[in-house]
């Protein structure tokens, strides 16, 4: 673990460190020592808090000292840090509010610009799809087995995941994946293609999924539907949508 901290310093200050030897922190222990404390700044601005240097100086002075004979007891240290759990947990939440209602406002706007557009279909669950290709035969039912390929995008374009990526297409129970997904698919029969355009309430809500799909985000996929009901021999792939 302090390992992985260590690492997480120096790459968030490797820019600093021409600074630190203009500064005169030649040797190895200046320099880390610099580092460390630019990442313990970093830390306590991201808890919310100010930092004490005469209180931070103290507690490295006193680090080698026994509980008894530091200036704060065990109890109390142990206390202080689950109120800084606390606090840093409260702060990741009100952020994940906050960035989930900018989300939805901005799915919100993004689909009812996207309905008056030509070919664009809502249904009543509030999916919005659009037939490139409309395919042949029947059509999945929700219990089939399907095999396609798809691309998924946030609304301002990034790319999340792609089964072209993956070298292959992706197959997957249709049940098992993100309700707009299991929707959607059986409005195409084998062969079709279309771009389904996916709220939040029919993909990830506000748990949101990854690094990159956030809480409340609206989805774009583009979607071709290969195969229903696969042969074995197809090598399955994992889904995003799952």
Do not use: C
């Not at 659009?130 to 946030?154: C, F, R, S, W």
């Not at 374009?157 to 098992?176: I, K, Q, R, V």
């Not at 929707?183 to 771009?195: D, F, M, P, R, V």
């Not at 774009?220 to 195969?227: H, K």
């Amino acid at each position: 673990m302090k390992k992985t901290m260590l690492a997480a310093a120096l790459a968030t200050t490797m820019f600093a460190l021409p600074q630190a030897q203009a500064a005169g922190l030649e040797s190895d222990e200046s320099k880390v020592s610099y580092i460390m404390g630019l990442d313990v700044g970093t830390r306590m601005e991201g808890l919310g808090y100010e930092l004490d240097q005469e209180a931070f100086l103290k507690g490295l002075q006193e680090f080698a000292l026994k509980g008894e004979q530091r200036s704060i007891s065990n109890e109390a240290l142990q206390q202080a840090m689950q109120q800084a759990q606390a606090r840093f947990q409260q702060r990741q939440q009100e952020q994940q509010a906050k960035q989930a209602e900018a989300n939805l406002q901005a799915g919100q706007a993004y689909l009812a610009e996207n309905a008056k557009k030509e070919g664009v279909v809502t249904t009543e669950s509030g999916l919005q799809y659009k037939i490139i290709e409309a395919g042949e035969g029947a059509k999945p039912m929700a219990t089939d087995t399907v095999q396609v390929h798809y691309k998924g995008t946030l609304i301002d374009g990034t790319e999340f995941d792609s089964s072209y990526s993956h070298g292959g297409p992706a197959t997957f129970p249709l049940n098992g994946v993100i309700p707009g997904w299991t929707e959607g698919l059986q409005l195409l029969a084998k062969g079709g293609k279309a771009e389904l355009y996916i709220p939040a309430k029919l993909a990830y809500g506000p748990i949101g999924m990854g690094q990159v799909i956030g809480p409340n985000s609206t989805l774009v996929f583009e979607v071709e539907l290969l195969d229903i009901n696969p042969s074995a021999e197809a090598k399955p792939e994992a889904a995003a949508a799952q």
